[in-house]
């Protein structure tokens, strides 16, 4: 696989991860219906995507498969608060969130794993900081739920930062997309557990948001985005993470949401982990052109 091909289908992914929340508000679906169907249908394709093309089949050693399943009820439990924050924020303010969750993440590693956090990182936890500040200085208390759906994205991310670290430690010895595999499949009882009956999609265009949230959001787009890491560097497949909230933010557009200028303000400083990573990248590729440029050319031997 060539870095092109690569680097476009890791595009692919992170456009259908930026828009499942969009895909979960305009169905209608309920909070753990939404979840449901993520992980369910998700399943599928990475199920069927470990047997087609993986090398190796193997299961991991059985306590690791266990927890692995185990774990996969927290992911229910995280999807349900991601889609219930959505549906209480609104498509782009929920998707603004999304740059605390690497932050939570950061935090988590460093109290539990004892890693260092980075000079950026700790730039953008308390510009963060100063976004929350600015919501609640807006004085639009006319939002209703406003702090309720910022609380449930929160624990969201508190969740999958759990997922996060022991998924650090099982990837040491498996396959990323195996144990993710695995979480999927034990997210299903969880979902089903607190869906409402009928289960199954009941007209076309519900089948159809249905596919788009567990077939495109989830399962292809972890398929792709793995494969893509198998080639590209990791603070590539990293920085183009931070388009999950752009994507997010432009479908909400497209339903019609819109955002205060200070719900905007706090918004761009919530997301500023995502957009010091853009803007060091844009840094680091300027500097290399600049120096091939400045670079003389070799002398011709001729």
């Not at 498996?174 to 999927?184: A, C, F």
């Not at 200028?261 to 844009?282: H, K, N, P, Q, Y």
Request: aromatic share 10%; hydrophobic share 55%.
């Amino acid at each position: 696989m060539t870095a092109n091909v690569a680097l476009l289908k890791a595009h692919i992914a992170v456009f259908f991860m930026g828009i499942a929340g969009v895909l979960a508000v305009a169905s209608g679906f309920d909070a753990w219906l939404a979840a449901s169907y993520r992980v369910s249908f998700g399943a599928v394709v990475l199920v069927l995507y470990w047997l087609l093309f993986a090398k190796d089949r193997r299961l991991p050693a059985r306590r690791t498969t266990v927890a692995a399943l185990a774990m996969g009820g927290v992911l229910g439990v995280h999807w349900f608060a991601f889609f219930h924050g959505i549906n209480l924020l609104g498509v782009m303010l929920g998707s603004a969130t999304i740059g605390l969750e690497p932050l939570i993440v950061a935090l988590a590693a460093r109290l539990v794993l004892k890693e260092h956090l980075q000079r950026k990182t700790k730039w953008a936890m308390g510009l963060s900081l100063i976004g929350f500040a600015v919501l609640a200085g807006a004085g639009n208390w006319d939002r209703p739920n406003l702090w309720l759906g910022l609380a449930w994205m929160v624990f969201s991310y508190i969740l999958f930062a759990a997922l996060v670290l022991c998924n650090r430690v099982w990837v040491q010895k498996e396959p990323p997309l195996l144990i993710t595999t695995l979480e999927m499949v034990g997210a299903i009882p969880v979902t089903l557990l607190f869906c409402s009956t009928p289960w199954l999609p009941q007209t076309p265009i519900a089948w159809a948001y249905a596919f788009g949230l567990g077939f495109l959001c989830t399962g292809l787009a972890y398929a792709l985005y793995n494969a893509g890491m198998q080639v590209l560097a990791a603070p590539t497949v990293g920085l183009l993470l931070s388009l999950e909230v752009v994507y997010g933010m432009l479908g909400g557009r497209l339903l019609g949401d819109s955002l205060s200028t200070a719900e905007l303000i706090a918004a761009v400083l919530i997301s500023s982990i995502l957009i010091i990573d853009l803007g060091l990248a844009l840094h680091r590729k300027w500097q290399t052109q600049t120096a091939e440029r400045s670079t003389p050319a070799s002398a011709d031997p001729g």
